[in-house]
């Protein structure tokens, strides 16, 4: 990636400066009784520290922008940034100042009195519509609004750090449309997580596995279509197994099932039949509840009635003697409903073997997403694996052989 990276931004001197950085915060939230009762998977926040403190340390003056889950075009108290302000301030290590608005009065009046090593984080930045908007001039005057926070009092302009990796896919006001407004850097987290994208893409020892899960074959139809002609063996579990079951004619009794994908499996199986591994037995339940009976089926008798929640013990054991041997591996979903403790182990089976094929060299990344949160709700080793990437949709969209407007316009 030809792009300029914060330390080249680190280089020029940033004491004084205004600098604002695109991180992602988009944390999981956990509610009770109506309520923010924690966060339950800080994984971002702590990616997002590195920059973060460099700049604070190097005496900038950071303004931070980030986004949580998907409010209709509007704030609302239950996606406020408030409990990722107080965590941020926490991991970072000192006071981080939470705007009441996105680019409005407060926002404006705090970025105004920052002094040098202060960080400010902006109420999420999808409270005002304009951030995801699909009309250019639209994004562009709320881009020009986010520059406007880190102008110099002499009119000098500040710098923009694109570190949100898990945003870089979208054409939005705060990744793309400001990079065309400000000097722009890579920072920490997206310069490390394209480096490790492109080396699974242009530097892959053989042999390479790859493993997916989740629940729609939708959403990995592209990537197992790009890279079923390149990785040796492709892993299949998840909800999205049962899709690829039922296109072989078995029934997958009250198990998720892509109806309209059927035909798209089938082609599949049939042109990469040495490449596509399915499952051989599946866990069985009558509900999706942790409570629920559990029994273990071959994954071609999966009675009337009952859901397929997990891979059983025997795919565990066929996945990992594919794994065994594999010098790449990539990673992207779990292979059963992991929250439940019941319907954990096919997912921990296959990340145990993926922390095999590291122990013995191999190159092992974590896609992002549900996976690196099953790695950490399940107590696995973070440095078991190469890199656990925070953003699961931008790795798979690289990896299906699309451009990222978030990483293309750094490159100008």
């Known amino acids: 990636m ?29 509610y009770q009784d109506g309520n923010i009762a924690r966060i339950s998977d800080p994984g971002r926040i702590i990616a997002s520290v590195p920059t973060l403190k460099a700049l604070a340390e190097a005496g900038a003056k950071v303004v931070v922008t980030a986004h949580l889950g998907r409010p209709k075009g509007g704030p609302d108290p239950k996606f406020s940034l ?27 009046a705090r970025a105004e009195g920052l002094t040098d090593g202060d960080v ?49 896919h979208r ?10 407004l400000l000097p722009h850097y890579a920072g920490t987290l997206v310069d ?6 492109e080396q699974l893409t242009n530097s892959t020892e053989r042999p390479y596995a790859v ?27 998840g909800g999205m197994c049962f899709t690829f079951l039922a296109s072989q004619g078995v029934s997958v009794g009250t198990s998720l099932l892509q109806e309209e994908m059927i035909d798209t499996c089938k082609r599949l199986l049939d042109t990469y039949a040495d490449v596509i591994h399915l499952p051989v037995d599946i866990v069985v339940a009558d509900k999706f509840a942790a409570d629920a009976e559990s029994e273990i089926v071959a994954s071609d008798r999966i009675p009337e009635g ?49 922390i095999g094929a590291t122990e013995k060299g191999a190159f092992s990344v974590v896609g992002g997403g549900d ?42």
């Open 120 to 168: 400010l984080l902006l109420e999420n930045i999808r409270f005002d519509p304009r951030e995801t908007s699909k009309d250019d001039a639209e994004r562009l005057a709320l881009a020009k609004a986010l520059a406007a926070l880190v102008e110099g009092a002499d009119g000098s302009p500040g710098a923009f750090v694109s570190d949100g990796f898990g945003v870089v």
């Open 192 to 197: 490390a997580e394209v480096k490790v994208l």
């Open 371 to 412: 996976s690196a949160a099953a790695v950490r709700q399940l107590g696995l080793p973070e440095d078991g694996f190469s890199h656990i990437s925070t953003g699961g949709g931008a790795s798979l969209e690289y990896l299906e052989g699309k451009t990222l407007p978030g990483i293309e316009v750094l490159e100008s």
């Open 306 to 354: 009952k859901m397929g929640l997990d891979i059983g013990p025997e795919s565990v054991k066929r996945f990992t003697a594919l794994l065994s041997n594999a010098k790449t591996v990539f990673w992207n979903g779990p292979m059963g409903v992991f929250e439940f403790p019941a319907f954990a182990e096919g997912t921990r089976g296959v990340a145990e073997a993926i």
């Open 211 to 237: 493993v997916l899960g989740g629940s729609k074959v939708s959403d990995k139809l592209a990537v197992i279509e790009n890279l079923a002609t390149k990785a040796d063996s492709i892993i299949i579990g």
């Open 82 to 108: 408030a409990p990722v302000a107080a965590a941020l301030g926490e991991k970072l290590g000192r006071h981080v100042q939470l705007a009441g608005d996105v680019v409005g009065t407060d926002a404006l």
């Open 2 to 30: 030809t792009v300029k990276t914060l330390a080249d931004l680190l280089a020029e001197g940033v004491e004084g400066r205004g600098v604002l950085v695109r991180s992602d915060l988009n944390v999981p939230l956990e």
């Open 171 to 180: 054409k939005q006001a705060s990744v793309y449309d400001i990079a065309t």
